[in-house]
């Protein structure tokens, strides 16, 4: 049976930024890339990570495949965490995270979460995103990538235009809750296939984090790619294509 693909996408961003990929991942897959809720076409749902797990459950119902493998960038590694807190994952045959850690506010305890961060500094920035969206709409995107050009087809002005066209209000709510989600709790007991994926350049979170999810579920096993940021799907599309194939391949039919 061709293998399902269930992409879902970061934060401010829709479910074209894997058209690329998915046309270098090629036949024998079936891939699908939703808008998620509060974003671009799914405008109108909640914009929440309970909505996403919602929406991923619906996804999954209606895939022929019935134990789809699911990649998850940044917020939609988030969503997918929540749908298998809230789910199980019988229904999935894999799982794939991009770049995000199960809880993002750094405390003492807790050196994983957004880089070079404080708890009054993710509270600074949310104050902002509040005050001045346009003006953090620039950080956004430029942090999204190692370099200040962005990924090949797709720069950094693309991805600000991508985050502009959003409902800044829908983006403060989901911003929130991905502030509150803790996930933490749900990594030592997901015991299915799991490739956890950073970029080694990335401005976004540390290593650790993706780190800590590898030494914590028990069937998890990490993948780095060494020039990529935030986005390796975007920064290293051929790499980040042929780990998929790769990981499905060894996933049980």
């Not at 985050?163 to 502030?179: A, F, G, Y």
């Not at 296939?193 to 990490?222: E, F, H, M």
């Not at 042929?242 to 499905?248: N, S």
Request: hydrophobic content about 45%.
């Amino acid at each position: 049976m061709t293998r399902s693909i269930l992409f879902l996408h970061g934060w401010t961003m829709r479910g074209a930024v894997f058209d690329r990929l998915i046309a270098r991942i090629g036949p024998g897959f079936d891939c699908h890339a939703p808008d998620m809720p509060g974003h671009a076409g799914a405008a109108h749902l909640p914009p929440t990570l309970d909505a996403c797990a919602e929406m991923i459950g619906e996804a999954l119902n209606a895939l022929p495949d019935r134990k789809p493998l699911v990649v998850g960038w940044s917020m939609g590694a988030a969503a997918a965490w929540r749908y298998l807190a809230r789910h199980g994952s019988a229904g999935i045959g894999g799982l794939v995270t991009v770049d995000m850690s199960t809880h993002i506010v750094p405390a003492a305890d807790w050196p994983h979460g957004l880089k070079g961060q404080t708890a009054e500094s993710v509270a600074q920035s949310t104050r902002r995103f509040r005050t001045d969206w346009d003006g953090a709409t620039h950080g956004i995107a430029a942090t999204m990538f190692a370099t200040p050009e962005g990924a090949p087809g797709f720069s950094r002005e693309d991805a600000r235009s991508v985050i502009l066209s959003q409902d800044p209000e829908k983006m403060r709510t989901m911003w929130d809750d991905l502030v509150a989600m803790d996930a933490r709790a749900l990594a030592p007991d997901l015991n299915l296939p799991w490739l956890v994926c950073s970029g080694a350049k990335s401005r976004v979170y540390p290593a650790s984090a993706s780190d800590w999810i590898a030494q914590t579920a028990p069937n998890a096993k990490r993948h780095v790619f060494a020039a990529s940021g935030h986005s390796p799907h975007l920064e290293e599309e051929e790499a980040f294509a042929q780990a998929i194939i790769d990981f499905a391949a060894g996933l049980n039919a």
